[in-house]
């Protein structure tokens, strides 16, 4: 199986245990903005992963905090051999 990477844009955090952790959920990106040749970085992403849906938890005192928002992320998914 060949490595995949997939854009994600975080849409909602969600504090808990008084902010020592936090749930962060992704969607996969859709494109907007368009080059010369019709094409933008997310429009690509989004062709080949059109719907994806990530969520997790992060406990990490170095990660908690540090995620934003609407910012985009990469995701790798490479197989545990």
Known sequence: MPK?????TLH???KHSGDKQE???FNAVSGSEYGPNGESED?????YTPMAELT????NPALVGQFK???SYYVDFTPVE
């Open 69 to 71: 928002q609407g910012e």
């Open 4 to 8: 995949m990477r997939a854009k994600m």
């Open 56 to 59: 997790m938890t992060v406990t």
């Open 43 to 47: 429009n690509t992403y989004a062709r």
């Open 12 to 14: 909602t955090i969600t």
């Open 23 to 25: 749930s962060l959920r």
